[in-house]
């Protein structure tokens, strides 16, 4: 068994010239290779007072309440991860852990990167939402880079409901795309895509991954109903 610990706790750093800086390194480099500077960002903007102000999380959880497929599991609120990869390592080829571990080590991707302290609602909601990131990432085959990452913020804000997170996430795209002068209309074309394809997707929150580790991926998006026509960008090519 591999050692496993957190490398990023959901406490917002307090040094501002520790924020800026990751938010230039952030704005300069490819976000495949900047993860722990996004941590560092998105923590900032999510858990901070005006960021908690501006996001509404309690909005969103009361969404995930008021929907029969999620509210079982937050009234449960059952611990998950963290991941241990040389576990999924020895699961047979094609199936969901192997596929999601592979794509881990090919990508130098840490899946226990963050760590919400799940105290509450709001704490459990966003701590699961961190935890499972790359798994809904491998699972709709909207890829690592930046084009990918604005699918599944597309897929997230349907798959959510909330107006406010919808706002969070619009505003953490903008942001992007101004900085690193990325291009308007693929941007836009990958979150509407993405978008579009959560809104056709079962709800992925709440899953209860652990069972669903050894099933062939393809039959755990068949039962999703998850469609990757639409992907746009790299993409996750890993098929399985």
Same mark, same amino acid.
């Given at each position: 068994?591999?050692?496993?610990?957190?490398?990023?706790?959901?406490?917002?750093?307090?040094?501002?010239?520790?924020?800026?800086?990751?938010?230039?390194?952030?704005?300069?480099?490819? $976000?495949?290779?900047?993860?722990?500077?996004?941590?560092? !960002?998105?923590?900032?903007?999510?858990?901070?007072?005006?960021?908690?102000?501006?996001?509404?999380?309690?909005?969103?959880?009361?969404?995930?309440?008021?929907?029969?497929?999620?509210?079982?599991?937050?009234?449960?609120?059952?611990?998950?991860?963290?991941?241990?990869?040389?576990?999924?390592?020895?699961? $047979?080829?094609?199936?969901?852990?192997?596929?999601?571990?592979?794509?881990?080590?090919?990508?130098?991707?840490? $899946?226990?990167?963050?760590?919400?302290?799940? #105290?509450?609602?709001?704490?459990?909601?966003?701590?699961?939402?961190?935890?499972?990131?790359?798994?809904?990432?491998?699972?709709?085959?909207?890829?690592? #880079?930046?084009?990918?990452?604005?699918?599944?913020?597309?897929?997230?804000?349907?798959?959510?409901?909330? $107006?406010?997170?919808?706002?969070?996430?619009?505003?953490?795209?903008?942001?992007?795309?101004?900085?690193?002068?990325?291009?308007?209309?693929? @941007?836009?074309?990958?979150?509407?895509?993405?978008?579009?394809?959560?809104?056709?997707?079962?709800?992925?929150?709440?899953? #209860?991954? #652990?069972?669903?580790?050894? !099933?062939?991926?393809?039959?755990?998006?068949?039962?999703?109903? @998850?469609?990757?026509?639409?992907? @746009?960008?790299?993409?996750?090519?890993?098929?399985?």
């Amino acid at each position: 068994m591999e050692a496993i610990d957190y490398r990023y706790t959901a406490r917002p750093t307090r040094n501002p010239f520790r924020y800026l800086l990751a938010v230039w390194r952030l704005i300069r480099n490819d $976000p495949e290779t900047t993860t722990n500077e996004a941590a560092i !960002v998105e923590m900032g903007f999510a858990r901070s007072r005006r960021g908690r102000r501006f996001a509404r999380w309690e909005e969103a959880v009361e969404h995930l309440k008021s929907d029969p497929r999620t509210a079982r599991a937050m009234d449960a609120r059952k611990a998950f991860g963290p991941i241990s990869l040389e576990d999924l390592d020895g699961l $047979p080829e094609g199936t969901l852990g192997r596929v999601f571990a592979d794509h881990c080590r090919a990508r130098k991707i840490d $899946p226990n990167l963050i760590h919400v302290p799940p #105290d509450d609602e709001v704490g459990w909601m966003l701590n699961h939402l961190y935890q499972t990131h790359d798994i809904w990432h491998v699972l709709t085959g909207w890829g690592n #880079d930046l084009t990918g990452e604005v699918g599944l913020a597309g897929f997230y804000s349907a798959q959510f409901g909330s $107006p406010p997170f919808f706002g969070y996430m619009l505003s953490l795209i903008l942001l992007n795309t101004i900085m690193r002068r990325a291009s308007v209309g693929e @941007i836009f074309e990958a979150f509407s895509a993405g978008f579009q394809t959560g809104l056709r997707t079962q709800p992925l929150f709440g899953t #209860d991954w #652990d069972a669903l580790w050894d !099933v062939p991926i393809e039959d755990v998006r068949a039962r999703f109903e @998850i469609d990757r026509s639409t992907v @746009i960008g790299e993409g996750i090519r890993a098929a399985a």
